[in-house]
């Protein structure tokens, strides 16, 4: 297999714009994508680099059903030209140290009877709380390097897709491209503002710094979990300057800092303002492995970052939504509300509205400013340390199988979904809260295969599982 060069020429992206498709709500240049023709994939042997490269190239199509291997220490690359297509049910086993390396275009077109795998075999999953130490889980230790979007990326698409045990320190993978240093441990990357990154129906598992960095792009991540997202420190979802679109639906376990945010820092010549929508996502447990005080737990919007975040639901997460105000987030351009809390301590409680940030609260918020004049007296400054022991363990949202408030553990030993269910029971107060009037970003495209499948509205209930079966689908 040959060895990749990245191009000296930019790379045309979405030749075709027939067929274009438009969502109701805000928009930019929406193309459809055609594909190239199918050359399958053997999976006959290992994909090697071979002659003591540590480089080779993939294209065409891994077919349904079938197990690829990656070998140890490789790194496989699409090619600026070229697209690789996973078929549903394809499994792709990552050597030790190996990595994928997206030039061109990636997608991994699982389904829900057919999801793909891009893992580490072999491994034995312990997500029982209280169960192994992070320094001891093989899910903070990066087995591989992860899937490196490059600056001529155009697409990158995981639909129904497990992607499981990265964040190795990527090293001679990311050196040569933009925006990427040498000293890099992102489970996923994505790094060209004109490109599209949609990850929906899929999971993360593991991941040693920011599990997924979004350096620039237009973004689209629905319906997806996350679980046990960095060993002390990252972001599960961090995106910086040039990034655009919708994060909804997406429940996070145990993350160590936050996990969404956005921040307009490095925004390079020609892209765009960081403008991102969040809606209806649940963050458990959040911000416990992080080692800096003040850092983290659910949504963040900081540094001239824009856009609004409404109906999401956080519980005993270490710190409440954060506006950071220095360097301060672009709050002439950024919305919220109806988002809800739940604290089993006081410690909890007091981080609702993080010491030190200037989130407003919200009358749509629950618990609510309106009905808690001790939680939130008058005379309350935005920032500053105020008793909240008046909604401490309130408003329990009856999920279906989760223990509020918890016992037995500490919270930041709820990192993995396991046998919880975060579904609704028809009596929680959740029900019937959402905002349902605001709109989705999508600057993706729309397509079945090529783009992404279902820019699902905000719900009427808060959280990412609604009463009406709609919402993540895991």
């Known amino acids: 297999m040959k060895k990749y060069i990245i191009p000296i020429i930019s790379l045309i992206l979405f030749a075709s714009v027939s067929g274009c498709q438009k969502w109701k709500g805000e928009?930019?240049?929406?193309?459809?994508?055609?594909?190239?023709?199918?050359?399958p994939v053997s999976d006959k042997a290992p994909l090697s680099c071979g002659g003591g490269s540590t480089v080779s190239a993939v294209k065409g199509t891994m077919l349904s059903g079938k197990t690829y291997t990656v070998q140890a220490g490789c790194d496989l690359v699409i090619n600026p030209l070229d697209t690789l297509l996973m078929q549903p049910g394809v499994t792709l086993n990552m050597g030790a140290g190996s990595s994928l390396i997206v030039l061109g275009t990636l997608v991994s077109n699982g389904s829900k009877n057919q999801p793909n795998w891009i893992t580490i075999p072999g491994i034995t999953k312990n997500d029982a709380p209280g169960g192994l130490a992070p320094t001891a889980d093989p899910a903070y230790a990066g087995k591989w390097k992860g899937i490196i979007g490059g600056p001529t990326c155009n697409l990158m698409v995981l639909r129904w897709t497990h992607v499981e045990y990265a964040g190795l320190t990527e090293g001679d993978a990311t050196s040569k491209l933009a925006d990427a240093g040498s000293g890099n441990q992102y489970s996923i990357l994505f790094a060209n503002y004109k490109g599209s990154f949609i990850m929906e129906d899929s999971w993360l598992y593991g991941g040693v710094d920011d599990p997924i960095r979004i350096s620039a792009g237009k973004v689209a991540i629905f319906r997806s979990t996350f679980e046990k997202n960095g060993a002390?420190?990252?972001?599960?979802?961090?995106?910086?300057?040039?990034?655009v679109g919708t994060m909804a639906y997406n429940l996070f376990m145990g993350t160590a800092t936050n996990g969404q945010k956005a921040s307009n820092k490095g925004q390079a010549i020609g892209a765009p303002q960081t403008n991102l929508v969040m809606y209806n996502n649940t963050f458990v447990s959040g911000g416990y492995r992080q080692q800096q005080s003040g850092r983290g737990g659910c949504i963040n919007y900081e540094e001239g970052a824009a856009g609004m975040y409404y109906n999401n639901v956080a519980i005993n997460c270490r710190f409440g939504y954060r506006v950071v105000g220095n360097?301060?987030?672009?709050?002439?351009?950024?919305?919220?509300?109806?988002?809800?809390?739940?604290?089993?301590s006081l410690?909890?409680?007091?981080?609702?509205?993080?010491?030190?940030?200037i989130t407003q609260p919200q009358s749509t918020d629950i618990p609510s400013i309106t009905t808690s004049a001790k939680y939130l007296p008058t005379n309350y400054q935005l920032g500053s340390i105020y008793d909240g022991s008046d909604v401490v363990q309130k408003n329990n949202p009856a999920f279906l199988n989760f223990p509020l408030p918890t016992s037995g553990h500490a919270l930041s030993q709820y990192s993995a979904v396991g046998?919880?269910?975060?579904?609704?029971?028809?009596?929680?107060?959740?029900i019937g809260k959402g905002n349902t009037g605001i709109k989705p970003l999508i600057t993706v495209p729309l397509d079945k295969i090529y783009g992404l499948s279902d820019p699902t509205p905000p719900g009427a209930d808060l959280g990412c599982y609604q009463l009406n079966g709609t919402g993540n689908q895991h």
């Open 27 to 39: 928009h930019t240049e929406i193309y459809s994508y055609t594909p190239p023709a199918a050359n």
């Open 347 to 357: 410690s909890v409680a007091n981080q609702f509205y993080p010491t030190g940030y």
């Open 232 to 243: 002390i420190g990252g972001d599960c979802l961090n995106a910086k300057g040039g990034t």
């Open 327 to 344: 360097p301060v987030a672009d709050v002439a351009h950024l919305s919220y509300g109806n988002n809800y809390q739940w604290a089993d």
């Open 419 to 430: 046998n919880f269910n975060f579904h609704l029971q028809p009596s929680s107060p959740l």
